[in-house]
């Protein structure tokens, strides 16, 4: 039958070879991790290795301060505190796991947050990130650049902490944060680096991770975004969040439409506009009021010139809410930036001019040399 070692010396052999091998009864069907030597299903020893999907969730940890003799001989204690967990994996099997890389020494910062993504285009082209604007998700509301930007890339979109269908944890978000989940997210996904682009809230996301992690950052690409929060922008923002602490979808829509969307679009996009409303009573006011209260930490301006990953910035022309005097701010400032405004275009300039938002994006990423 081969290779019936069916022991955690065997598990650790395949573990070893960065596999993550289970066992699966050859009668019943029954999967088994870690592996076992008789199917506790059906009782039967006709077992044979399978190899396991290695990606999953963080369901529990524990940190361990007061170790054991084993433990200790393996360097670990009150100063270096052994922390491991539960993984739910993608299908279905649970399985215990030593944890790396968190701050072990203070167990209240460790998080368990969920990221939804979804994953477009050839599986060896060059990877580009999406990141969303405040109130946007990553399952709809890149309808328009998602099968023409997949032709070409690996297009990642995903929700940040507080959108969409990822966890909306009841605490305050910061900019730096966004910064680090996305870096996680690259890493599950065994991304090395990526393209990484953004609108409005997204773009500041970017600004973000570009800052932080430059050797994971193979491009930028900014639309409708700012680099710092002016004193009018804030008033705005302000108007938003007094409609969600109300708690009137209504309210909110009112104030956000006309800053999103030119006068055109509106006027001509009645019925779009429509379905909209009727989507913003399912809107998470509280978490969207924490990725306001996020925004206003916007401050990058004075360290832009530290960006030198080549950039594409989009304006739209008639962007009231993060237009062409923020756009100026950032080409002033990032070393090697390139500005392209769509004309007649509102905020939202992706869903405005979707064609020639495509366009700028393919010429730009056409020029930049691969990581």
């Known amino acids: 039958m081969g290779d019936t070692n069916f022991t955690k010396q065997g598990f650790s052999q395949h573990l070893a070879e960065h596999k993550l091998m289970g066992t699966e009864c050859t009668v019943c069907g029954t999967q088994h991790l870690p592996p076992r030597p008789l199917c506790p299903n059906c009782f039967s020893n006709e077992l044979r290795w399978v190899e396991m999907n290695p990606r999953g969730t963080l369901a529990a940890f524990t940190t361990v301060h007061i170790a054991s003799s084993a433990m200790i001989e393996a360097g670990y204690g009150r100063e270096n505190p052994h922390c491991s967990g539960i993984v739910q994996l993608e299908n279905g099997q649970s399985i215990s796991a030593l944890i790396l890389g968190v701050d072990v020494s ?16 050839p599986e060896n082209a060059p990877v580009l990130v999406l990141n969303n604007g405040i109130i946007m998700n990553a399952a709809t509301s890149w309808g328009f650049q998602t099968k023409t930007l997949s032709s070409v890339y690996r297009v ?5 902490r507080g959108q969409g269908q990822s966890d909306h944890p009841v605490k305050p978000y910061t ?19 990526a393209h990484i682009a953004g609108i409005s ?3 500041e996301v970017a600004q973000a991770f570009a800052l932080a992690f430059p050797e994971k950052t193979l491009s930028l690409i900014l639309a409708d975004t700012v680099s710092e929060v002016g004193p ?16 009137d979808p209504l309210a909110f829509f009112n104030a956000t439409v006309p800053w999103n969307f030119s006068v055109e679009f509106i006027a001509n996009n009645a019925s779009l506009l429509e379905d909209a409303k009727q989507r913003y009573p399912l809107l998470d006011f509280p978490a969207v009021i924490r990725l ?11 360290r832009l010139q530290e960006i030198n990953a080549p950039t594409c910035i989009i304006c739209g022309e008639k962007d009231q809410l993060k237009g062409l005097p923020y756009a100026r701010i950032l080409k002033q400032h990032i070393p090697h930036a390139e500005l392209h405004i769509l004309k007649g275009a509102g905020h939202a300039s992706c869903w405005e001019r979707p064609a020639e938002f495509n366009t700028v994006v393919l010429g730009f990423l056409a020029k930049v040399p691969p990581g």
């Open 156 to 160: 990642l979109q995903y929700d940040c």
């Open 106 to 121: 203070d167990p209240t910062s460790i998080e368990i947050v969920q990221i939804y993504y979804e994953l477009h285009g």
């Open 232 to 247: 009018e922008l804030r008033l705005i923002i302000e108007s938003w969040e007094d409609a969600l602490r109300a708690d």
């Open 175 to 193: 900019m730096e944060q966004h910064a680090e989940d996305l870096s996680k997210l690259l890493d599950a996904l065994e991304i090395e680096k």
């Open 292 to 302: 306001c209260e996020a925004f206003y930490q916007v401050n990058f301006t004075a």
């Open 201 to 203: 809230y997204g773009g």
